[in-house]
């Protein structure tokens, strides 16, 4: 690893804060109580960021995104932890019957509905269906889809990172709220299978999960969820483009459940 691969991502969180930095103080002029309420804080510094990094992040992941979800997402898709909604774009809409992005963080879900819109999802065609649980609200998110696995695809892009207990979340999605031969596909940035990558990963995670809303980039997500009972099929895989030493070491993966 090189110093800019150890000390990188003080850069990028300092990009990330003099973005954020303003509105955020902004909203707290308007609303000080948020002083005392840290986690929605965060979520308004969040906004801000992903309002930045968002498009730019999805303009440059477009031909991950396009082998991966496009053929894979069918019938009711749950995208977990949505932000702005990129993923609808990467949705046919003929193959895909309902878009259930699913987003603790109100503040993104006008932009959800927007780019939900531009792809031929709305609330009012009965395709588009917003709900504001976190992943880990399976008894929610079953109750408004209308019962136990009632979900074909779940998609879950950048977001594995934040949940919180997210073996167990994981754990819950799969066997509770997919379908049997259902599909799951994500991309993800994981710990390194590098030993000096994965002790900078968790050098940096403490610091980096407070201003970006529990982001944990030293979580070995894939191997948890490749050891699962579920899969009739998986295949995951290094984004091959991507420096060893870099410490945002992310993996794609398409899994089938069992039917
Ligand atoms: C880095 S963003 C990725 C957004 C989107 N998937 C994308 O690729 O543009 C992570 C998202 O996860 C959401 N998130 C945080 N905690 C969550 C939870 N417990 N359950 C579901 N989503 C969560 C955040 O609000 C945020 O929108």
Sequence with gaps: MNLSDKLGILHQLYFATSIAILPTCRAVLRSPSLLLRPHALSRVFMVHVWSQFGPGIDENTQGIKEALITPNAHGVVLDVGAGYGHTAKYLQAERVT?????????????????????????????????????????????????????????????????IP????????????????????????????PREDVAWWQWFWTPLWKKFFDGCCIDRPTHLWIDAMPFWAEKESKRQEDEPEGHLFHHRIGKYVKKA
């Design 98 to 162: 309902k878009y259930v992005p699913l987003e603790p963080n109100v503040l993104m879900h006008d932009e959800i509905r927007k780019h939900a819109a531009e792809h031929g999802f709305t609330e009012a065609n009965g395709k588009l269906l917003i709900l504001s649980y976190g992943a880990q609200d399976t008894n929610l998110i079953n109750s408004a889809l209308g019962g136990e696995n009632a979900v074909d695809s779940i998609v879950a892009v950048l977001t594995l990172c934040s």
């Design 165 to 192: 207990s997210p073996k167990e979340v994981c754990e819950s999605l799969f066997e509770r709220v997919l379908k049997p031969g259902g599909t799951f596909v994500y991309y993800e940035h994981v710990q390194s």
